[in-house]
């Protein structure tokens, strides 16, 4: 388990081991996705855009070479200090907590590849919607790119081994209270390492029940990166998109 039991990540995304684990995350899809979004919200050249919990960068990144304004925030400081080699003009990050909104407002916020559902406290959740909505510009877009839990738990691989620069990453899933865990164990130069990931069931009509309690009202849903319709049954991922009236 990492350093503090009640926010694994602040530990786990914090070592090069996770990025090592997550290295083969295709960048061609990433990127496929970002230009079906900004085309679907037919957002500007030039539109602001906050990468909420955006890791190394890499959304961030190609956000900008598509010509947006792109601020990215993360709580881990390993990952905002790697994606500061990549700032320019109109392009910057820094380290931040997405429960609390940022002063500035935005045309776009982005939550992006499974970023949300962290917290052990089921109000941080409410509270990150709610900072979103306070960091849109009026008509501005919020989106959040989530995992289809129904389908993610009816496919759970229990248990796998992925071998990744000699590393034997030993890799258990299960489900339990809400959560969807992931153990993670594995031995490097001779230390153990086990770290968990724990990510909150969050199904469609929990979403909207937090938008409700938001104000805010879902626009678009979309399941998958090239914005086919959502399916319970079989999509891989839950794309909800809401808008700041």
Same mark, same amino acid.
């Given at each position: 388990? @990492? &350093?503090?039991?009640?926010?694994?990540?602040?530990?786990?995304?914090?070592?090069?081991?996770? +990025?090592?684990?997550?290295?083969?995350?295709?960048?061609?899809?990433?990127?496929?996705?970002?230009? =079906?979004?900004?085309?679907?919200?037919?957002?500007?050249?030039?539109?602001?855009?906050?990468?909420?919990?955006?890791?190394?960068?890499? +959304?961030?990144?190609?956000? *900008?070479?598509?010509?947006?304004?792109?601020?990215?925030?993360?709580?881990?400081? =390993?990952?905002?200090?790697?994606?500061? &080699?990549? !700032? &320019?003009?109109?392009? #910057?990050?820094?380290? +931040?907590?997405?429960?609390?909104?940022? /002063?500035?407002?935005?045309?776009?916020?982005?939550?992006?590849? /499974?970023?949300?559902?962290?917290?052990?406290?089921?109000?941080?959740?409410? #509270?990150?919607?709610?900072?979103?909505?306070?960091?849109?510009?009026?008509?501005?877009?919020?989106?959040?790119?989530?995992?289809?839990? *129904?389908?993610?738990?009816?496919?759970?691989?229990? $248990? =796998?081994?992925?071998?990744?620069? @000699?590393?034997?990453? *030993?890799?258990?899933?299960?489900?339990?209270?809400?959560?969807?865990?992931?153990?993670? $164990?594995?031995?490097?130069?001779?230390?153990?390492? &086990?770290?968990?990931?724990?990510?909150?069931?969050?199904?469609?009509?929990?979403?909207?029940?937090?938008? !409700?309690?938001?104000?805010? $009202?879902?626009?678009?849903?979309?399941?998958?990166? *090239?914005?086919?319709?959502? +399916?319970?049954? =079989?999509?891989?991922?839950?794309?909800?998109?809401?808008?700041?009236?």
């Amino acid at each position: 388990m @990492g &350093k503090d039991k009640t926010k694994w990540y602040t530990s786990w995304f914090d070592t090069k081991y996770y +990025h090592i684990l997550y290295k083969d995350r295709g960048y061609e899809e990433a990127e496929e996705f970002m230009r =079906n979004l900004t085309s679907f919200l037919q957002l500007k050249k030039g539109s602001s855009i906050l990468d909420l919990a955006c890791g190394k960068g890499r +959304h961030s990144v190609y956000l *900008h070479q598509l010509g947006y304004k792109v601020t990215g925030v993360d709580l881990s400081p =390993n990952s905002i200090q790697e994606a500061q &080699k990549s !700032e &320019k003009e109109d392009l #910057r990050f820094q380290v +931040h907590d997405m429960c609390l909104p940022l /002063t500035e407002k935005f045309d776009g916020v982005f939550n992006l590849f /499974t970023s949300f559902g962290y917290f052990e406290d089921e109000e941080d959740n409410l #509270r990150t919607i709610k900072a979103i909505k306070e960091e849109l510009e009026p008509n501005g877009y919020g989106v959040i790119d989530f995992m289809n839990v *129904h389908e993610v738990i009816k496919n759970l691989v229990p $248990q =796998n081994t992925q071998t990744i620069q @000699g590393i034997d990453f *030993h890799l258990e899933r299960y489900v339990e209270d809400g959560f969807i865990y992931k153990d993670i $164990q594995f031995t490097d130069k001779g230390e153990d390492f &086990k770290f968990q990931e724990k990510v909150k069931a969050i199904s469609l009509e929990q979403f909207k029940t937090y938008f !409700e309690k938001a104000g805010l $009202q879902i626009k678009n849903l979309f399941g998958d990166y *090239h914005l086919n319709e959502f +399916h319970l049954e =079989n999509s891989p991922r839950l794309i909800l998109i809401f808008e700041h009236a």
